[in-house]
């Protein structure tokens, strides 16, 4: 069955270093999301992106992060300048066009900030 | 999007059927009910979606009332591997729409 994949299951970065989290979404899927969920919390939406471009983004969103679909198969989350806080379980998740759009989502990727 | 109200946990025995409750009085007429659950840290798993009919796959079932204000999500044979948050989303289905995750339900199965 078709899954959504993401790499590295967990990274490790010192504060103001740059990251890039790495997803491969359902290869017939359209429309990608990344979510966050700090430890102990709910999970929190933080961009969606269709047609090589945002689509949404929640306030938790800032110009630190970017997202990116550098080729047919990959869509990326960078944080450019990370800090403590930004220490989660980030999630990629996709959708096809449907009768519920349902997302289906990655595994995650735990990010510590140090 | 309309809010959802669960319980906070429950538990079920190993075998049984376990029937998560979820209550959304304000929901609207375009807006559909789906459940997502979450084992330990991993990411969240679609389990089903409904509008207003009940629906049924190889997971569980989706139990809508008639009045759409509230559902139960069974699962018919819980097993120990089922003890994970149970979260009931409501949304309208559009691409663009995120999903909106609240505390959900901590269901424990016991042996």
């Known amino acids: 069955e078709p899954e959504v994949t993401q790499t590295p299951s967990h990274q490790v970065t010192q504060m103001g270093q740059e990251v890039i989290l790495r997803c491969v979404p359902i290869?017939?899927?359209?429309?990608f999301y990344w979510y966050r969920q700090i430890l102990g919390q709910k999970v929190e939406f933080l961009v969606s992106?269709?047609?090589?471009?945002?689509?949404?983004k929640s306030e938790i969103f800032d110009d630190q992060f970017s997202v990116e679909r550098p080729d047919g198969s990959n869509f990326t989350l960078k944080i450019r300048s990370t800090k403590l806080e930004d220490s989660a379980m980030y999630f990629c998740?996709?959708?096809?066009?449907?009768?519920?759009?349902?997302?289906?989502f990655g595994p995650g990727t735990r990010l510590t900030v140090t | 999007d309309a809010k959802t109200t669960q319980p906070t946990s429950m538990d079920c025995a190993e075998g049984r059927a376990a029937n998560l409750p979820c209550n959304h009085s304000?929901?609207?007429?375009?807006?559909?009910v789906y459940w997502y659950r979450q084992i330990h840290s991993q990411g969240p798993q679609y389990i089903i979606h409904?509008?207003?009919n009940n629906e049924t796959n190889e997971m569980a079932s989706l139990i809508i009332t008639e009045d759409r204000k509230s559902s139960t999500l069974i699962l018919p044979h819980a097993t120990l591997r089922d003890t994970a948050v149970y979260y009931c989303?409501?949304?309208?289905?559009?691409?663009?729409?995120?999903?909106?995750f609240g505390a959900g339900t901590r269901l424990t199965v016991k042996p």
């Open positions: 998740a996709s959708t096809l066009p449907g009768q519920g759009y349902e997302q289906y």
């Open positions: 290869s017939n899927h359209l429309y």
């Open positions: 992106f269709y047609n090589n471009e945002i689509s949404e």
């Open positions: 304000t929901i609207s007429g375009n807006e559909y």
């Open positions: 409904g509008l207003k």
């Open positions: 989303i409501v949304r309208v289905a559009l691409l663009s729409n995120d999903m909106r």
